[in-house]
């Protein structure tokens, strides 16, 4: 038998919280209408999409599979300006239910972009939030994910520049480059507060906190969620093994070998339902709950009205 301890703040944030409720309001309202699309995945979890899915909505970047008039909501990651612009010509009825705090980016991108600034955006070039920032102005943002691909940029002397980023990264690897960068360019001009997520930084500072004190760490996620990963590499850089699941099922019982402490998270995009599924399958058979650790209080909510285009 072994120790379980739950981390806190984990699973959703605000932000997903508010988005997944505005889909699930308007499948609610509107599905006898057809099928409600949403470009990419509402939040980055296999489970919420599928729940999703059995309810009729259908998921697709691709605006040639949306029929004219139908009603599709922008993805909690934010969206690309063509796609928003594309979709609108089309006289598709559009929701955005995009993060407020990527939205914040994409606002800071606009401005710099709007007093000629270029800019070096740290992110993920594959993921969507990268993605739709820099389709704000491809010739004048620049993404990079490391210090090579950042000296692998080159600015003439006289270039006005400025940097942002992806919300949901490492902290702790986000604020090296950002260090990296500005001591290349010293007169960088940078956000006047942080483009990190504060759920993605709470959640970060949880699980360092307990890894101090376990012999392994569970994060439960999905693979394309940023946020869940970036926890899951804290528990590896503390050298103990530490694993990222979509579920008890996932889990193999050749992890919980050889261990008398276990520390469960997970991401902002994962429902606690998960967890708690995991901690049942836990207790029956390998350990006891022994406590949930609190490291910080989330009291953040962003309210939303739903306002739904005529067709």
């Not at 090579?148 to 002397?157: I, V, Y």
């Not at 991401?267 to 339902?273: I, T, W």
Request: charged share 25%; proline share 4%; hydrophobic share 40%.
């Amino acid at each position: 038998m072994f120790d379980i301890y739950l981390a806190s703040p984990r699973g959703y944030c605000a932000w997903v919280d508010r988005a997944i409720g505005m889909l699930d309001d308007i499948v609610k309202a509107y599905q006898d209408e057809g099928p409600i699309y949403v470009n990419h995945e509402i939040v980055h979890n296999k489970f919420i999409v599928n729940y999703f899915e059995r309810k009729g909505v259908v998921f697709s970047d691709n605006l040639d599979e949306v029929p004219t008039g139908s009603i599709i909501v922008f993805s909690a990651h934010g969206v690309a300006p063509s796609f928003v612009a594309a979709a609108k010509a089309k006289w598709l009825r559009c929701v955005d239910a995009s993060c407020p705090l990527v939205i914040k980016v994409h606002n800071e991108a606009k401005k710099f972009i709007s007093e000629g600034y270029q800019i070096i955006y740290i992110g993920k070039k594959n993921h969507q939030e990268a993605i739709g920032v820099a389709d704000n102005d491809l010739e004048n943002i620049f993404v990079v994910g490391n210090r090579q691909e950042a000296d692998g940029l080159s600015f003439p002397d006289w270039q006005k520049l400025a940097l942002l980023n992806q919300t949901t990264l490492s902290v702790d690897d986000t604020k090296e480059l950002i260090d990296y960068i500005c001591q290349k360019y010293p007169d960088i001009k940078l956000p006047g507060f942080s483009d990190i997520c504060y759920a993605t930084t709470n959640r970060q500072e949880a699980v360092k906190e307990i890894v101090k004190l376990s012999d392994a760490l569970i994060i439960v996620g999905s693979e394309n969620s940023s946020n869940s990963q970036k926890l899951k590499l804290i528990g590896e850089r503390a050298s103990i093994p530490s694993i990222l699941i979509d579920n008890k099922d996932e889990l193999p019982n050749s992890f919980l070998e050889w261990i008398s402490s276990i520390w469960i998270s997970s991401g902002a995009s994962a429902p606690d339902n998960l967890v708690q599924d995991l901690l049942d399958h836990l207790k029956g058979k390998w350990g006891v709950l022994k406590e949930e650790i609190i490291t910080k209080e989330e009291k953040m909510i962003f309210p939303y009205k739903i306002d739904i285009p005529k067709s």
